[in-house]
């Protein structure tokens, strides 16, 4: 009996030692934020009442800044590659964003960034996604604004 608890104890500790620690994917990626406006969904969903502008980016005459915001959007990555979950996600962040502009009577979000973590990549032609085993995830950071047609 005591051999074989022995036994049993040495077959897990080896088995724990062999397996060494989980490590979770966290791939960070920089893609162009065209791609995900010309997405034929973007075209379905984002209704061209509210523009998009990266910080960096030209923007026309800001008449009126508004309130800043955050959308944090993930999507499952399962069955899709890091740059097709990237652009679902960041369109979901842009929608949210849609949303909320045209509740405070705002045709633009400007000034828009990376902020993942709270960590801000700005750069006007790119996001910043982050993509895991399972979870894909944006979070925009932008201030809501009235702009010159």
Request: proline residues 4%.
């Amino acid at each position: 009996m005591r051999i074989a608890i022995r036994q049993i104890v040495l077959t897990v500790a080896l088995g724990a030692a062999l397996c060494g620690p989980a490590l979770a994917r966290d791939t960070e990626l920089h893609l162009p934020f065209a791609d995900v406006l010309n997405m034929p969904e973007a075209k379905d969903k984002l209704d061209g009442s509210v523009r998009f502008f990266l910080s960096g980016q030209k923007t026309p005459k800001v008449l009126q800044r508004m309130n800043s915001d955050v959308s944090n959007r993930k999507t499952n990555g399962v069955g899709k590659s890091d740059e097709e979950g990237c652009r679902w996600a960041a369109l979901s962040a842009l929608i949210a964003f849609q949303e909320k502009a045209k509740s405070l009577g705002a045709n633009a979000v400007v000034d828009v960034v990376s902020y993942y973590k709270k960590d801000e990549y700005k750069n006007p032609t790119d996001y910043e996604c982050h993509a895991g085993a399972f979870v894909i995830g944006v979070t925009l950071k932008g201030t809501y604004a009235k702009v010159a047609p």
